[in-house]
C-alpha cells in the first residue's frame, strides 16, 4: 500500500513522469499475493480451506494468517515464512526505479526524507510504513481528529484490501461539507453512535468493487452491481457494529441503498478516500455523528 502511496506522491512532485509511473504500477501488478493463494500453492492449504478461512474474515475482523493458526490448519512459523514469500512491496518498488534507471538510490532515499518532512512523519513512522505491515500502515495513512473515525476508516480499508484489491491506490483523504457524484451506494448506522458509509463514482468504477466481492462479472453499474456494493458496506458495518458491542457501544445497521444524482451536504464534514483500482477511481466516503442531507442534482 505505502509503495503506491509514494509512487503518487513522486508523481505530484514531478520526480517521475505520467509514463514512468505508470510502468511502475503495470510492473508492481501481481507482486504482493494473497497469502491464501501461496499457502495453496505450497501444499499447505487445501482450496476448500482457504475458502473457509476467507468466509470468515467476511464474519471477523482477523488476518487471515492469524485465522490459519487459530483454525490449526497453519504453525505461527508457516504463516511467517509465506509473508516473507510475499516479498516486501517498497523495496520491490525501489527496484523498480533503480532497474529501469528512472531514479538511483541516492535520489530515492532523498525523495522519502522529502516526503517524511511533507508528511509530517518520524524516521520510526517511516520505517513501518516501509515494512508492509498493513496493520500499523493504515493508523499512519489514516489520520484524522476522531479516534472513531480512524478506526471506522481503517477497518473499511483494510477489507477492501481483503475482499477486493489487494493493492488500491489512497488518494489525500479530505473532509468536505458538500459532495456529489453520479452513483453512490451507502449505509447508515444509528446508535450510540450515528456512523455512515457510503462508496461513489462519477462513472461505472464501483464495478470494481462489485465484482470481486460478488464474485461475478459485472460490466456496468446495473441493480446487481449496486446490490454487491451494498453488500460490502453492509460487510464492514457488520465487522464494525461488532467491534463497537464490545466496547458496550450500541448500534443498529440500516438497510444500505443506492441512488444516482445524489448530492450530500455534510454539517460537520464528510470524509472521502479517493482509491484507485485497475486504473478506475471511485471514493470511499465516511461520516461520524453528522447530519447528512441527501439531494437530488
Not at 497469502?35 to 471477523?60: F, K, M, S, Y
Request: glycine share 4%.
Amino acid at each position: 500500500m505505502f509503495e503506491q502511496h509514494f509512487a503518487s506522491y513522486l508523481l505530484e512532485k514531478q520526480h517521475i513522469t505520467k509514463s514512468q509511473f505508470d510502468l511502475l504500477m503495470e510492473q508492481h501488478q501481481g507482486t504482493r499475493v494473497k497469502l491464501g493463494l501461496i499457502a495453496v500453492a505450497q501444499n499447505l492449504l487445501t482450496n476448500e480451506q482457504a475458502d473457509q478461512l476467507h468466509a470468515l474474515q467476511r464474519q471477523t475482523d482477523r488476518r487471515f494468517g492469524d485465522l490459519a493458526v487459530e483454525k490449526g490448519y497453519l504453525s505461527p512459523q508457516q504463516v511467517e515464512e509465506l509473508l516473507e514469500m510475499q516479498g516486501n512491496s517498497y523495496l520491490r518498488l525501489v527496484q523498480i526505479l533503480s532497474e529501469n534507471s528512472i531514479l538511483s538510490l541516492a535520489e530515492i532515499e532523498d525523495f522519502l526524507q522529502e516526503y517524511q518532512v511533507d508528511q509530517g512523519f518520524s524516521s520510526e513512522q517511516i520505517q513501518v510504513l516501509k515494512s508492509g505491515d498493513l496493520q500499523s500502515i493504515l493508523p499512519l495513512l489514516v489520520r484524522t481528529d476522531n479516534p472513531l473515525a480512524n478506526q471506522y476508516i481503517s477497518l473499511a480499508l483494510r477489507n477492501i484490501i481483503r475482499f477486493i484489491h489487494n493493492q488500491p491506490l489512497l488518494g489525500t483523504m479530505t473532509r468536505v461539507t458538500s459532495y456529489s457524484k453520479q452513483n453512490l451506494a451507502f449505509q447508515a448506522v444509528v446508535g450510540d453512535h450515528d456512523l455512515w458509509l457510503g462508496c461513489a463514482s462519477d462513472d461505472d468504477s464501483l464495478i470494481e468493487i462489485a465484482s470481486p466481492f460478488a464474485r461475478e462479472e459485472f460490466f456496468q453499474m446495473d441493480e446487481d452491481a449496486f446490490d454487491a456494493v451494498c453488500e460490502f458496506l453492509n460487510c464492514v458495518n457488520g465487522l464494525f457494529s461488532t467491534e463497537l458491542s464490545h466496547e458496550d457501544i450500541t448500534v443498529d445497521m440500516e438497510p444500505p441503498s443506492f441512488a444516482t444524482g445524489q448530492k450530500i451536504r455534510s454539517a460537520k464534514g464528510l470524509y472521502v478516500v479517493p482509491i484507485t483500482i485497475n486504473g478506475r477511481h471511485f471514493d470511499l466516503l465516511a461520516a461520524i455523528d453528522d447530519q447528512l442531507q441527501l439531494e437530488i442534482r
